[in-house]
């Protein structure tokens, strides 16, 4: 295979553009690894973790090669991610052989690219999925990493996303995210002509816009956010894991707004990219319980959104907020569309709660 396209050079006046370079490079190169997994995941590669949710090879196989590829291309001593993996279970007696399996698979995704010449010991794997420990907070300058977000939906066939995301100082800064089964039209910009395509890479940098190009490699292109205002025109995303989302508040949320398409239900962040390139016009998340939120579940998805021309919001109508640790502090519900629905979205979506009982 050949070795992965080295992205364009940055915008000038990007101030993260070795940063965002190397995003790019690390979730493509990680969405390798999660697709050849897909395409023949057996039994033995899934376990469940201590919080009941599932976990694959290829969630830790893809946190290995991001750390990996981070650390060589932006050589310094003061690198700090947080992460979703940690490597407690596969140091367990009995994860050997899984242990050796992400090892295999990791410097088989190492070799084919060619891009590096290092091979990977089962300690080194161990090592690298530690790298994500970081506690983040409001200070410095971290990665956010989900290796493989809506792991669900991978298992399924389904949809699926490899999200990083930059803080810097306690603010998002640049997102970079994979997407190896949503399609997306790409624009031949000499002919002017359109194709589908799958496998969509989507990056963002604060101040110079949310783009889109192929896992494969191609010109990236700008994309935004619809402008529809009119909810009745509006379509919306919402979890495909009932168990994720609270239909019964977001079925009453969409008929509050006259909302006439019936919902998309998709698995990850991918519903943050599809709204960013107007595939719709919301996402949003109403978990069953007042669930804690992970950072890294949106990190990388709300730039991306916000970078098209879009708002990312809690259901009271407040910014998220990425500076206080591993967990968002928030209100119930989280909220993605565009400036002119999103005030009509957060006042529906304030009286359903109060009328199923979820709010005072
Ligand atoms: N019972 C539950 N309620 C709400 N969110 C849950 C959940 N179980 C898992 N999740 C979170 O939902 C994410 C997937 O989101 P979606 O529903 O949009 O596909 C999971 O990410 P991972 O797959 O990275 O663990 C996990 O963080
Ligand atoms: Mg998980
Ligand atoms: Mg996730
Ligand atoms: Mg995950």
Aim: a negative charge.
């Amino acid at each position: 295979m050949s070795e992965l396209p080295s992205p364009p050079p940055p915008a000038a006046g990007n101030q993260y553009g070795a940063e965002h370079a190397a995003a790019k490079k690390a979730v493509a190169l990680a969405a390798r690894l999660c697709k050849k997994v897909q395409q023949d995941l057996l039994k033995l590669d899934v376990q469940t973790k201590a919080d009941r949710t599932p976990v694959t090879v290829a969630d830790y196989g893809s946190q290995v090669l991001v750390s990996v590829v981070l650390k060589i291309e932006l050589p310094s001593n003061s690198f700090s991610m947080v992460a979703e993996e940690d490597s407690e279970d596969l140091r367990k007696d009995g994860a050997q052989e899984m242990l050796g399996h992400i090892t295999k698979l990791v410097n088989e995704t190492i070799i084919n690219d060619g891009s590096y010449s290092i091979t990977l010991s089962k300690e080194d794997v161990l090592v690298a999925i530690d790298g994500g420990k970081s506690e983040g907070g409001p200070s410095g300058r971290y990665w956010i990493l989900d290796p493989i977000d809506g792991t669900k939906g991978f298992i399924r066939g389904d949809q699926y996303a490899i999200g990083l995301a930059l803080l810097d100082e306690g603010k998002v800064v640049l997102g970079a995210m994979a997407c190896p089964n949503l399609p997306f039209k790409s624009i031949d910009h000499n002919g002017g002509s359109s194709r589908d395509q799958v496998g969509a890479l989507f990056s963002a940098t604060i101040g110079c816009g949310s783009t889109v190009e192929s896992l494969e490699g191609s010109q990236p292109q700008k994309i935004s956010v619809c402008s529809i205002s009119n909810p009745v025109d509006a379509s919306f995303f919402e979890s495909y894991e009932r168990k994720h989302c609270m239909r019964d508040c977001t079925s009453s949320i969409a008929e509050k707004l006259g909302i006439q398409a019936p919902p998309v239900r998709i698995d990850s962040q991918a519903k943050y990219g599809a709204v960013a390139q107007g595939d719709g016009a919301i996402y949003w998340r109403f978990p069953h319980k007042r669930s804690k939120e992970a950072v890294w579940d949106h990190a990388a998805g709300s730039i991306i959104v916000t970078e098209a021309g879009g708002l990312v919001k809690d259901a009271s109508g407040n910014d998220l907020d990425f500076s206080k640790g591993r967990y968002l502090d928030r209100d119930a519900g989280i909220i993605a569309t565009n400036k002119y629905l999103m005030p009509l979205v957060v006042k529906a979506a304030q009286e359903a709660m109060k009328e199923e009982g979820i709010l005072a």
